[in-house]
C-alpha cells in the first residue's frame, strides 16, 4: 500500500508539476497523442473522423490539431462562442457559426466568416478553406487555400532546420518561454513549433518571441516575424506600394495614448493591441510582462502589429475594425438577431482580457493606426 501510495504521488508530480511535461515540450510528442497506430480501442481515431494514409486520430491535420486545441481558454486556439483572448486570435470567427446579420446604420448586413484569418481545412469541425481568396493573399507562389491546415504553419514534430530531420541536436523545451539556452548540448524548438525555413512553403527562420505560457495571452515579440510570414505572402513585401514591416516605430508610439491624449510616457508605452518586435533575437532577453514603449533603436513594426496570426473578428485578421471611422461604433458590437458579444464573444482584447473601446480609449477612439502616425 505504501509503495502505490509513493508511486501515485510521483506520477501527479509528474502531471503537475509545469511546463517541462506538457505534450510537444518543443519537439515532436508521442506519436499516439495524434495518430492510432491500429484504430484500437484504447487508441482510438477520433469519433467522426475519416481513416486516413496518415493514420491521423482526425480526417485531416487540422481536425487532428484541434482534437486538442478546440474549446476556450488555456491551448485552445477555436472556442464555440468567440471567447479566446491569446494573441493569436481565435479560429471561430472564420466559421459557419460566426455567420449572423448585423445592422450597420440601418442597414442589415451579414457577418462573412471569409477574410477574416486564415481559413485552415478541418473537415471533423466544420471548417473550411476560404471561399473569397483561392490563393493566399500577396503570394506570387501556388499557396493552395483547398489544402491549407495548421501544418502549413506550426510544424507538429518540432523539427528546427526546416524539418529535414537534420537538427543540431535534441530538442529539449520549447523556445516560447524565453527559456536560456540549454548548457547540456541539447537546444530548445522554434517558438511555438513554427517552421523553419525549408519546411513546406516557409522561406525565412522561424520568428522569435516569448508567450507567458500555453494560453499566449501576453508576448512580447523580438525579431523575425515579417519576414516569416513574407514567405507565403511574398509580393506584399514591396515597399512602393505596401505599408513598410522592419522599419523602426515612429517614437510618437510613446506619447499617444488615445485619440486626443498625447500624453503618453515611454515606461507605460506598449500597446498589446498594437504590439511591435523590440529587435532582439534571443528569447530569453524578453519580457512578456513589458510595458515599455519604443527605444528608437531597433524596435520595429512587424506584420502582426496589425493583424493577428490565427484569425479576428474583423477583416484581414486585423486587430481592430478598419471600416469604422470610430472604434465603439464597430457593426460587431452592434448586432441585430444573434447576439454573440451578449453570449461571450470578444471582438477586442488585449493581455488575456476584453477591452471595451469607450471606457479603455474614450467613445470617439479614431482608428488605432494612430498609434504610431498620430492623425486624430
Known amino acids: ?38 484504430n484500437s480501442p484504447d487508441n482510438p481515431v477520433a469519433a467522426g473522423a475519416t481513416p486516413n494514409d496518415l493514420l491521423l486520430k482526425g480526417s485531416d491535420a487540422s481536425s487532428t ?29 472564420v466559421t459557419s457559426s460566426a455567420v449572423h446579420d448585423v ?21 471533423d469541425y466544420g471548417m473550411l478553406a476560404d471561399g473569397t481568396n483561392t490563393n493566399a493573399p500577396g503570394s506570387s507562389g501556388t499557396i493552395d487555400v483547398d489544402t491549407f491546415g495548421c501544418n502549413s504553419c506550426h510544424d507538429p514534430h518540432g523539427q528546427v532546420d526546416g524539418g529535414t530531420g537534420n537538427d543540431t ?29 525549408g519546411y513546406g512553403d516557409i522561406t525565412a527562420d522561424a520568428p522569435v518571441a516569448r508567450a507567458n505560457g500555453s494560453s499566449g495571452t501576453t508576448v512580447d515579440y523580438g525579431s523575425g516575424m515579417s519576414n516569416w510570414c513574407l514567405s507565403c505572402h511574398d509580393t506584399y513585401d514591396d515597399f512602393n506600394y505596401m505599408h513598410p ?72 485578421s486585423l486587430r481592430w475594425d478598419n471600416g469604422e471611422e470610430f472604434l465603439a461604433e464597430s457593426a460587431i458590437l452592434f448586432e ?28 470617439w477612439q479614431r482608428q488605432l493606426c494612430n498609434k504610431c502616425h498620430v492623425q486624430d
Open 103 to 123: 445592422n450597420v446604420r440601418g442597414n442589415i448586413i451579414t457577418f462573412d466568416p471569409d477574410n477574416k484569418g486564415h481559413n485552415v481545412v478541418a473537415v
Open 336 to 363: 441585430e438577431t444573434t447576439t454573440l458579444v451578449a453570449n461571450g464573444a470578444v471582438p477586442y482584447y488585449k493581455n488575456g482580457a476584453s477591452v471595451d473601446i469607450a471606457t479603455e480609449y474614450g467613445e
Open 169 to 197: 541536436a535534441a530538442i529539449s523545451g520549447s523556445g516560447s518561454y524565453g527559456a536560456a539556452a540549454p548548457v547540456d548540448g541539447s537546444i530548445l524548438g522554434n517558438y511555438r513549433l513554427l517552421g523553419d525555413a
Open 1 to 38: 500500500m505504501k509503495t502505490k501510495m509513493m508511486l501515485a504521488l510521483a506520477a501527479s508530480f509528474v502531471l503537475f508539476s509545469g511546463t517541462a511535461f506538457a505534450f510537444h515540450a518543443g519537439g515532436v510528442a508521442h506519436c499516439d497523442g495524434c495518430h492510432s497506430m491500429h
Open 245 to 316: 514591416v522592419n522599419e523602426l516605430v515612429p517614437l510618437a508610439y510613446n506619447s499617444y495614448v488615445a485619440s486626443g491624449d498625447f500624453t503618453g510616457d515611454v515606461t507605460t508605452a506598449y500597446d498589446a493591441l498594437v504590439p511591435f518586435e523590440r529587435g532582439e533575437t534571443d528569447g530569453s532577453a524578453l519580457d512578456n510582462t513589458s510595458t515599455a514603449g519604443v527605444d528608437g533603436v531597433d524596435d520595429v513594426v512587424m506584420c502582426l502589429s496589425c493583424h493577428r496570426a490565427h484569425a479576428s473578428a474583423f477583416d484581414n
Open 65 to 93: 490539431c484541434l482534437n486538442c486545441h478546440a474549446g476556450s481558454g488555456g491551448y485552445h486556439i477555436s472556442s464555440a462562442i468567440g471567447n479566446n483572448v491569446n494573441q493569436g486570435g481565435d479560429f471561430f470567427w
